[in-house]
Structure formats: C-alpha cells, structure tokens
C-alpha cells in the first residue's frame, strides 16, 4: 500500500506564492504518476498538474504557466509551485498517485487515481 501525506498549504496574498509537498510512504518505488488536485468550497474536484515517473507533464489551462508540478524520487516527494495566486485558487489541495500499470488509463482518459493524501488548505486573499 502507499500513504501519501500533504502539507505547504496556508494562507497568502493575491500575486504571492507556495510550494506544496506530498511525501509518500510504503510502496513508492512502484508509481508510475502521481498528481494534484483541488476542490473549492461548493465546486467539483479540479485536476491541476500530473507528472509521470519518466518526468513528463501535464497540466490544467487553469494553473499552466502559474503552477510547477515535479518530483524527487530519491526523497519520494511531489512538489507543487503555485505563483501568481488569485482568490480564486482557494482550496482544499490534494495528492494522488497510481501504479505504473494503470497510468497510462489516468493519462489518457482520466481514470481516477488510486491513492490520495487528506489534503492541504490553501487560502489567498484579495
């Protein structure tokens, strides 16, 4: 099993900026993508930025070119940058990954991940 903990989130000003961590646990070495989402108070969950174990990306036209997803596989951990905030960034964040077999489904089709973190609050003020 993996256990995926998240943390970095807090409170910012518009136009400032956080890093998001998300350290996994257990059986790591077997991941194949991992990703971040968000989800607003009374909006749907949001896919922001995946990564693949190879280093490919992707990302939501919401955050390209604000958010930096990467990843240190020595240290089993996800990173999200988040520059540029707006109010509208407001959310609780989530961590996912998945096992190198059922990536390319995620990729392709957006087949849910398996593993998610609990979460991490971001907050940005006008």
């Known amino acids: 099993q993996v256990q995926l903990v998240e943390s970095g989130g807090g409170s910012v000003q518009a136009g400032g900026s956080l890093r998001l961590s998300c350290a996994g646990f257990?059986?790591?070495?077997?991941?194949?993508?991992m990703g971040w989402f968000r989800q607003g108070p009374g909006k749907e969950r949001e896919g922001l930025a995946h990564i693949r174990r190879d280093g490919s990306t992707k990302y939501a036209d919401s955050v390209k070119g604000r958010f930096t997803i990467s990843q240190d596989n020595a240290q089993n951990t996800l990173y999200l940058q988040m520059n540029s905030l707006k109010p509208e960034d407001t959310a609780m964040y989530y961590c996912?990954?998945?096992?190198?077999?059922?990536?390319?489904?995620?990729?392709?089709?957006?087949?849910?991940?398996?593993?998610w973190g609990q979460g991490t609050q971001v907050t940005v003020s006008s």
């Open positions: 996912a990954a998945d096992f190198e077999g059922r990536c390319s489904a995620i990729w392709s089709s957006g087949a849910r991940y398996k593993y």
């Open positions: 257990g059986y790591t070495d077997w991941l194949g993508c």
